[in-house]
């Protein structure tokens, strides 16, 4: 069968030249991240020679460990983890409550809602930026995770929300009638037989959330100006260095920040571009 | 068998029926909406809607934090104040230009990506990872890994430049070459974005379509403008919205790369509305600021709608 494909479809389906592409498209993809790891492996000296060098000659962890020592770099990961974790639950949270509600129930204004609600996806957070900074600060919250954990939520829940609509909307009313028949409340049914059925989606959702979270930068940068409470991109992005820019440093800590998203990204890679492509969009 | 199952959902409601605690669980479906609703309602009314009708108000009031006194209606003189102000009009053309120049940039480089990617490769996960690995990346840290790409004597770029016996650039120290590095270093960052979704797009269209077209003799380049476009267009809109309208919030990649310089030359927008409302703490201005950028992308939205409408 493929050989009639590679027949028919002439030239560009050739496997020389597909190789080729697919080299061209993961250097595309993987080059930049490849570049800083080669870098942070590069010794000082090696960082500063000139021509400079490729791959590094004799790698070293010594710029993890300035990485770690240099600036509070755990902090800022812990930061960035403890704000994109609680923001995701939030967001779970609240988005299943009103998915539920907007796949299962009777309401009138439906259309309306989801309409309201695809629209808040396309609002510019940044003109907020005023505004969201005057009530953290009339609320005592400028300089805690809640400043952020309160925006990242709203960035989220339109594409959670509507993941998880389309998600209930697949799941059979049959299995949680019967939940409900052996005495089941209908929010006792939700946690215990739809949410469970659509546990997928539900992951889905949650790692988009996580990553809107991890990624954000300019309300951290904005509302979080103490460097105990800076997340990881504010954190790398203000390191002072005594002299110059402090690369073999940053390229370490880079390091240190894409890692655990990465990871997230190699492990559910499916799961993520079929909630991208289908629930929600939002770049 | 369905009237056994329901005389026992009856019975059971019942039974639940007598406990004012069972009641309070189990709501009708009306009340039960409500409460699923509410927590949306709430934080969309703390977050968005308080803050834009505050964000309007407050760009017609002079307050600044900095002074310390207490706000006066200012009537448009804010709007006033930005119509004379030269790095207004600045960080507004370069924002619309980063829009004019990436937006299209990331639909072609996002459309050969998705097309190279739509080939039959045996393995499937490389490649996915390589468009994925992109739209993760921390806007900030793209930024932050290309300032590093460009730099004028250890950057990659300018290696390459010279190894193909051309003069490195020194890229930040020139408002063109800084923001031609912006640039780039955007696009790459949002097309492979654009080509998930138009990869998505292309996987929907049926084969037999290009199937049919061979039959009658049309060829590759008839086929993709005559089948492979108009398809794609639906998928293609919607990303082109959301990218204009991060586009025009432009904040992260410049500020890593060159925080605004040299001089404002590279400053957004965003960069400035930023500037203005935590630097200085003038909120008054940073607020009119803002409701412009509002307008924008309000605009940019309400064309976009219109022309789907129009082509439907």
Redesign the interface.
């Known amino acids: 069968m493929?050989h009639e494909?590679t027949t028919?479809r002439?030239l560009?389906?050739g496997k020389p030249l597909?190789i080729l592409?697919?080299f061209?498209?993961?250097v595309?993809?993987?080059f930049?991240?490849l570049?800083?790891l080669f870098?942070s492996l590069k010794t000082e000296a090696e960082?500063?020679a000139?021509?400079?060098t490729?791959l590094p000659h004799a790698p070293t962890m010594a710029n993890y460990l300035r990485a770690f020592t240099d600036q509070p770099l755990l902090l800022f990961l812990f930061n960035s983890f403890m704000v994109a974790i609680l923001s995701t639950a939030l967001t779970l949270?609240?988005?299943v409550?009103?998915a539920?509600?907007?796949a299962r129930?009777?309401?009138r204004g439906r259309d309306l809602?989801l309409s309201a609600?695809i629209a808040?996806?396309?609002?510019?957070?940044?003109?907020?930026?005023?505004?969201?900074?005057?009530?953290m600060r009339a609320l005592g919250l400028l300089n805690t995770w809640i400043a952020l954990i309160?925006?990242y939520?709203?960035l989220s829940?339109p594409v959670c929300?509507l993941i998880l609509v389309s998600f209930f909307e697949g799941i059979p009313r049959d299995l949680e009638?019967?939940a409900?028949?052996d005495?089941c409340?209908?929010?006792?049914a939700l946690f215990k037989v739809v949410v469970p059925l659509a546990a997928p989606g539900v992951f889905t959702a949650g790692i988009l959330a996580f990553?809107n979270s991890?990624?954000e930068?300019?309300l951290a940068?904005?509302f979080n100006?103490n460097p105990m409470l800076r997340t990881?991109?504010?954190g790398?992005?203000l390191y002072q260095g005594e002299f110059a820019f402090p690369?073999p440093v940053?390229?370490a800590a880079?390091v240190v920040?894409?890692v655990p998203?990465?990871v997230?990204?190699?492990i559910f890679?499916?799961r993520?571009?079929s909630g991208?492509?289908?629930g929600g969009?939002?770049? | 068998m369905a009237t056994a199952s329901e005389t026992t959902l009856v019975r059971a409601h019942n039974e639940s029926a007598t406990k004012w605690w069972t009641r309070f669980l189990d709501p009708s479906e009306r009340t039960l909406a409500v409460l699923l609703l509410l927590p949306t309602a709430l934080l969309l009314s703390l977050i968005i809607v308080y803050p834009v009708c505050r964000l309007v108000w407050t760009s017609f009031q002079n307050l600044s934090l900095t002074s310390g006194a207490p706000a006066t209606f200012a009537g448009i003189e804010n709007y006033a104040l930005m119509l004379e102000d030269p790095v207004f009009w600045e960080t507004t053309w370069n924002t619309v230009l980063i829009t004019l120049i990436t937006v299209p940039g990331a639909l072609l480089v996002g459309m050969a990506l998705a097309l190279m990617a739509n080939l039959p490769f045996k393995r499937k996960w490389p490649v996915r990872l390589s468009l994925l690995i992109p739209w993760a990346l921390p806007l900030a840290f793209a930024g932050l890994i290309f300032a590093w790409f460009f730099h004028s004597e250890y950057g990659v770029v300018n290696d390459v430049l010279r190894r193909l016996g051309f003069e490195g650039v020194i890229w930040f120290n020139s408002a063109k070459w800084a923001f031609a590095a912006i640039c780039l270093t955007i696009i790459w960052k949002t097309s492979s974005f654009m080509a998930l979704i138009i990869l998505a797009g292309l996987q929907t269209i049926p084969r037999s379509l290009y199937e049919a077209a061979e039959v009658d003799g049309a060829g590759r380049l008839r086929q993709f403008f005559e089948i492979t476009l108009p398809l794609l267009k639906p998928s293609i809109v919607v990303a082109l919205i959301f990218r204009t309208i991060t586009a025009l919030q432009t904040f992260d990649i410049p500020f890593t790369m060159t925080r605004g310089g040299p001089g404002t030359s590279t400053a957004t927008l965003a960069m400035y509305i930023h500037q203005n409302t935590v630097d200085f703490l003038d909120l008054g201005y940073g607020s009119a600021l803002a409701v412009v950028m509002f307008a924008l992308s309000m605009g940019v939205t309400a064309v976009y709608l219109r022309m789907i409408r129009a082509k439907g």
């Open positions: 493929s494909t028919n002439s560009l389906s597909r592409i697919g061209i498209l993961v595309n993809g993987m930049p991240a570049w800083i870098t960082l500063t000139k021509p400079i490729w949270f609240i988005s409550l009103a539920y509600a907007l129930l009777q309401i809602i609600i808040v996806s396309t609002f510019p957070l940044v003109t907020l930026l005023v505004p969201l900074f005057e009530i309160l925006p939520t709203v829940l929300t009638n019967s409900m028949i005495g409340t209908r929010l006792g990553v991890w990624d930068f300019l940068l904005s100006s990881l991109p504010v790398i992005t690369w940053i390229s880079l920040g894409i998203v990465a997230l990204i190699v890679q499916e993520v571009v991208l492509t289908s969009i939002k770049g």
